[in-house]
């Protein structure tokens, strides 16, 4: 997207035994439809097309609004550093897999989007897994997008930031809402988080749909075969998984859809969830957390999703932020990236591969899968040098 570039770092590439693919999904072009980047095992390319991470400019817009940096310079630096930084996964490469592919929903946390999670979202992809990382449009992404018919647009917004799709649709962004002067946060985000949770239902309806061979109409025109997957999603093992804001949603959908069979809440934001809601969750649940984010409230109503019969795990990255999870600490340097917090002490590959695997040992146990991802369940106990098995955060006999 960008012509220029004053960064050379990049995206890890995925370790798995599989090459990964993606391709873009908008099923219906109304607010009400489906936004996903589908992220999947594909067949080996000699050269194809490597997506942009950044995939508009508009995007660049909507992360300066919501850091609250000056509109010029952010831009600009942004651009610098990211406009020619590429995801390592096939763009529209084709679908190809020996067995049927368990799934993720993927939720992502406030002010981000799709893709910036593409180290987590191609690892798994890259392992056999249909990941869904859906794009909420509840105005917590720092930018996002729906598709409106020309004639429909008012003439007040003709000077909109909009791009014309085979001149019958258009591009109309939308992006972060800030809390209103006065404004109590929990109402909003409860009903964000709701929202959010839907979406992710949402998109396990669109690839139960697709699996069935139900003729799907992509309005992003993308050139991949969607037929391709006919038949070849296992349905029976579904995750859902997302960090922060999409830690909490991870939970509002395990409470909304017992189609999730488990989930992997990464440094979840507990705040946007009713008490209420926690009890209804029957599913496993797998948190990772970062050294430098929770504090003893946010960890005092984690556990009261623990559980006796139901396995409840918690590990804790040494040397890693909030940031850690997207790929933003892999994209800064030393001093730019602790200046901005989105870097730790800890090596962001080695904290991002830990992650991964115990993720992947815990998917495996919960979803029943036929793979050697066990080899790593002594990380779910936090058996590692860079792990803390729970949390080191201090809670007080009172707060427990």
Known sequence: MG???CNNLEIPPPKGPNPAGCTDFM??????????RLYYPCQRMEKAELPDWIPNREYFNGLVEFMKINKTFGERIFNCLFGSIKIPAYLDAPFNSNEKCPVVIFSHGLGAFRTLYSAICTELASQGFIVASVEHRDQSASATYHLQPTNELDTANKNSSRTSLRDTLVREWMYYRSLREGEQEFPLRNKQVKERADECILALQKLTEINAGVPMQNVLHTQFDWKTLENSIDLGRVAVMGHSFGGATVIEALAKEVKFKCAVALDAWMFPLKDETLPQVNQPIFFVNSEKFQWAENIKRIK???????ERKMVTIRGTVHQSFPDFTFLTGDLIGKLMKLKGDLDPEI?????????LAFLQRHLDLEKDFNQWDPLIEGDDENLIPGTNVILLQSAI
């Open 3 to 5: 012509n220029m570039s």
């Open 351 to 359: 904290g991002i591969d830990l992650s991964n695997k115990a993720s």
């Open 304 to 310: 009261k999703l623990d559980s006796s019969d139901i």
């Open 27 to 36: 099923m219906d072009h109304t607010l009400q439809g489906s936004f996903f």
